[in-house]
């Protein structure tokens, strides 16, 4: 079992629409977590980091259940510009420091 | 822009070579992490350095090293190249002290390495 899992998609959708990507983690121990953006052939850029309480960004709100382990972006009123890769960040104390593992992305078409 | 720069942009070896990666890191930040990203794939972390001491490091072999410098510059060696190490590698800063999970990382444009 992969220690971060994303839906690879791709997630088709129109202009306007709401669309979520969930992320799974499977060690207890992670203490962190975030959401980056990759565009296609460009380096990974943060999008938010992701709180117990949720949080909010303009059109985006990220959501950590540590519960069940895992997740969540929402994108209200989906542009044109939010196609991309979005990939799930998680960060795990370790022996020395920490580890940062990625899902392996979610890709997104936002179509005309 | 973040800031982080890394050279070269692209690179061609050939199997069994060695190859040397370079990255400045955002003035201020003085934890560097390198990953590697293979096609259609999210990046893979190999370590992590900090105030140049090696800080965590992922399931890579020993020939994948690195070093970071006063200036929290790094390098990434990769020795005994495989077809397979053909990937982007990425490399982010962070201020932390890299001693914080909640660590906010910002990438470079990474270099693209070629292994025929």
């Known amino acids: 079992r992969k220690e971060v899992e994303q839906d690879p998609g791709p997630f088709n959708v129109p202009e306007g629409a709401t669309v979520a990507f969930n992320c799974t983690y499977s060690?207890?121990?992670?203490?962190?977590f975030f959401w980056y953006r990759q565009d296609c052939r460009k380096e990974p850029k943060l999008l938010m980091s992701?709180?117990?309480s949720g949080n909010e960004d303009g059109r985006f709100t990220a959501q950590l259940n540590r519960a069940s382990q895992y997740i969540s972006l929402l994108i209200r009123d989906s542009k044109l510009s939010d196609s991309a890769t979005y990939l799930c960040v998680v960060n795990t104390p370790i022996a020395g420091g920490f580890k940062t593992i990625f899902g392996a992305g979610t890709r997104l078409f936002v179509k005309a | 822009e973040t800031g982080v720069t890394q050279s070269p942009t692209h690179l061609i070896k050939t199997r069994g070579q060695q190859v040397t990666l370079r990255c400045s890191s955002q003035?201020?930040?003085?934890?560097v992490s390198w990953y590697q990203q293979a096609l259609g794939q999210g990046p893979q972390f190999i370590f992590q350095?900090?105030?140049?001491?090696?800080?965590g490091r992922g399931n890579f072999p020993p020939r994948f090293s690195g070093l970071q410098f006063p200036n929290y510059s790094s390098e990434l060696n990769v020795n005994a190249l495989e077809l397979d190490d053909s990937a982007l590698y990425l490399c982010?800063?962070?201020?932390?002290?890299?001693?914080?999970?909640?660590?906010?990382?910002?990438f470079g444009p990474g270099t693209r390495l070629t292994v025929l």
């Open positions: 350095y900090y105030r140049e001491e090696e800080n």
């Open positions: 992701v709180y117990s």
């Open positions: 982010a800063s962070s201020l932390a002290g890299g001693m914080s999970t909640r660590d906010t990382q910002y």
């Open positions: 003035s201020g930040h003085n934890t």
């Open positions: 060690n207890s121990a992670s203490q962190s």
